[in-house]
């Protein structure tokens, strides 16, 4: 039996062995059939915008805009009706915890490290000092001691 395909089968020199191309992805198909429609994309600070004007709100109006899932009548939009049911939810403090961070970014943390060279030059102090000083650095250390 011969390794190798018959010469019918074989791509002929010259053609693409893929005539119509990739196709198209699904999401790219509904975007664009959305834009034609006359939808646009909602932009980065369209969503700050909506996420901080519902945290601003009270949970009256909250409830008020996340509505029935089944009402047509909503005068919403999609982003803040399901912000607004996120907020309701049984995960709200995680979910707030999540948004604040994806809208304002994580808090920066500082980090003070000091090598020896940067330590303070200690030897004109007295005995006394010494340990006021070693007692403030142990509860420093150790927190929960305070």
Partial sequence: MNKF???DTRFKKGQSGNPKGRPKKTQNY???ELIKKGFEPVKRSQVVDCIEILLGLPLSEIIKIA????????????????TAK?????????FLNDL???VHGKPTQAINMRTREEL???????????????????KLDNPDKL
């Fill in 67 to 82: 509505g029935n899932p089944k009402d047509t009548g909503n005068k919403y939009t999609a982003l803040m009706r399901i």
């Fill in 5 to 7: 395909p018959n010469n």
């Fill in 30 to 32: 509904l975007n664009d």
């Fill in 120 to 138: 303070p030059d200690l030897s004109g102090l007295s005995e006394e000092d010494l340990e006021a000083l070693a007692r403030i650095y142990e």
């Fill in 86 to 94: 996120e907020l309701l939810g049984k995960r709200s403090g995680q």
């Fill in 100 to 102: 604040l961070d994806r």
